[in-house]
C-alpha cells in the first residue's frame, strides 16, 4: 500500500474515533464525513506526493483554516486513543511525523493564457 493510502486510512480512522466519541453513532456524522473527504482531497493532491511529510511538519499549509482547526481537535482527541485501536497505524504515524523534512518541491510555473479579449500581462 502507497503511503498516501496510509495516511488517508489513518485520518479516517482518526475521524471516526473522534465522530464516535463526540457525535455518537457507528457511522460519520454529516461534518466528519465532510472532514474526511476534505483531508482525502487534500492528501491526494499534496505537492511532496509520496514523500509527503506529516501535515504538521508540512512548510505547504494547504488546509483551509477551519478545516485545519478541525483536524487537530480530531488528532488532539483520537491520537491517543489509536495506540490502543490501531497500534500499527499509530506507530507509523508517529515515525512519519518524527521523519526530518525534505526540500520543498519546486514551485509549479504556469504559462499565462489570456481568455478571449484578454491582454497579456504587463511585465514590471
Known sequence: MKRSEREIKTVRNMIGIY???????????EECRALSLYAEQRTRKCHFGEEKPACG????????????????????????????????????HLLIAKRPLRAAPPA?????????????????
Not at 508540512?58 to 497500534?87: D, W
Not at 504556469?110 to 511585465?123: A, T, W, Y
Open 19 to 29: 465522530c464516535r466519541g463526540h457525535h455518537g453513532g457507528a457511522v460519520l456524522c
Open 57 to 92: 511538519q508540512c512548510p505547504i499549509h494547504c488546509y483551509k483554516p477551519q478545516m485545519k482547526v478541525a483536524i487537530g481537535r480530531v488528532m488532539r482527541y483520537a491520537g491517543p486513543k489509536m495506540i490502543y485501536r490501531h497500534p500499527l497505524q499509530a506507530l507509523r
Open 108 to 124: 509549479v510555473k504556469r504559462e499565462f493564457k489570456p481568455h478571449e479579449g484578454q491582454s497579456e500581462p504587463r511585465q514590471g
